[in-house]
C-alpha cells in the first residue's frame, strides 16, 4: 500500500504542535513566500466564486496558525474583492509569544498588516480593508493607476506603494514587501497571481488543503497564467484529518529558482 511520507493524524495535534510543523525558517534575510490555497478533490479553488464553502474545523484552525506566523497577508484585488477582506483576525497572545521566540509574530501582538495587489488602485476605500481591521492595508499598485482613487485609499489610512509602471511584477511586490521587512509572506489568492508569482520562482511553498467534496461547475485551479512553469517540490507533511480533510505543505526543491 502507498503510504503518504511524514503523516500525522490532525486530531493529535495541538496548537503548539500545528506552530512548529508551520514555522518558516529561522531568521530570514529575504521575503520568503508561503502560498495558502484549499482546493476540492476534483480540484475547484471556489464554490460559486469563495473559497469558504470548501474549508472545515482543520483548514481553519491551520488558517488561523499561518496568519499568526506571518509578517504580511498578500493578497490580489480581485480576491480581495470577492472574499470580502477585511483586516486579519490573529491570537494576539499567539503573536507575542512567536516573537519572543524569534517566529515571527509581533512586540504588541498586533495582526499583519494585509497587502493587495492591484494595477488599477480599484479598492473601495470605504470597505472592510478600512472599516473592520486592526491594522490599515498595503495598496501595491502603479504609476499610471488613476491619481485619485490613490489618493481616497491614501486618505482612508492606506499606505499606497507604487510598484511598476503599468503593471505589478513579481519582483517589485517581493522588493517592496523586503524593504519594509516583512519577510515572512502569506500569499491567499488569487489564482492569476498565484501563477505570475510561480513563474517568477518567488514561490517558496505551498501549503495546500484537499477538501473531501466533489464540486464540478466551471471553478478556476489554484494557479493560472499564460505560460506552464513546472516547479519540482518536496512534501514536508501531510495532516489527516477524521472527515477526510488533507492538509498538506510542499516546499520547493532544493537548488530551485
Not at 491551520?62 to 480581495?80: E, H, K, M, S
Request: with cysteine.
Amino acid at each position: 500500500m502507498h503510504r503518504v511520507p511524514n503523516a500525522t493524524q490532525f486530531t493529535t495535534l495541538g496548537p503548539d504542535d500545528l506552530v512548529r510543523l508551520y514555522a518558516y525558517p529561522a531568521h530570514p534575510d529575504s521575503p520568503w513566500l508561503r502560498v495558502n490555497f484549499i482546493a476540492s478533490i476534483d480540484g475547484a479553488a471556489t464554490v460559486d466564486g469563495r473559497s469558504g464553502a470548501l474549508g472545515g474545523p482543520a483548514d481553519r484552525a491551520v488558517f488561523a496558525i499561518l496568519r499568526d506566523l506571518a509578517d504580511v497577508i498578500l493578497v490580489g484585488g480581485g480576491t480581495a474583492r470577492a472574499e470580502n477582506y477585511g483586516g486579519a483576525r490573529t491570537d494576539a497572545h499567539r503573536r507575542i509569544r512567536l516573537h519572543h521566540h524569534g517566529l515571527g509574530g509581533d512586540p504588541a501582538g498586533a495582526p499583519p498588516p494585509i497587502a493587495v495587489v492591484t494595477a488599477r488602485a480599484d479598492i473601495d476605500p470605504t470597505g472592510r480593508l478600512f472599516t473592520d481591521t486592526g491594522r490599515p492595508p498595503l495598496i501595491l499598485t502603479t504609476t499610471s493607476a488613476d491619481a485619485g482613487r490613490k489618493q481616497a485609499l491614501t486618505d482612508a489610512g492606506a499606505e499606497v506603494i507604487e510598484a511598476g509602471d503599468d503593471t505589478v511584477t513579481a519582483a517589485a511586490i517581493r522588493a517592496a514587501l523586503g524593504a519594509r521587512g516583512l519577510l515572512r509572506v502569506l500569499f491567499e489568492g488569487g489564482p492569476t497571481l498565484f501563477g505570475d508569482l510561480l513563474s517568477a520562482g518567488f514561490v517558496d511553498e505551498l501549503c495546500l488543503t484537499v477538501s473531501p467534496l466533489l464540486v464540478g461547475g466551471s471553478s478556476t485551479r489554484i494557479a493560472v497564467g499564460p505560460s506552464a512553469a513546472p516547479t519540482p517540490m518536496v512534501m514536508r507533511h501531510a495532516l489527516l484529518d477524521d472527515d477526510g480533510t488533507v492538509l498538506t505543505r510542499w516546499e520547493r526543491g532544493h537548488g530551485q529558482g
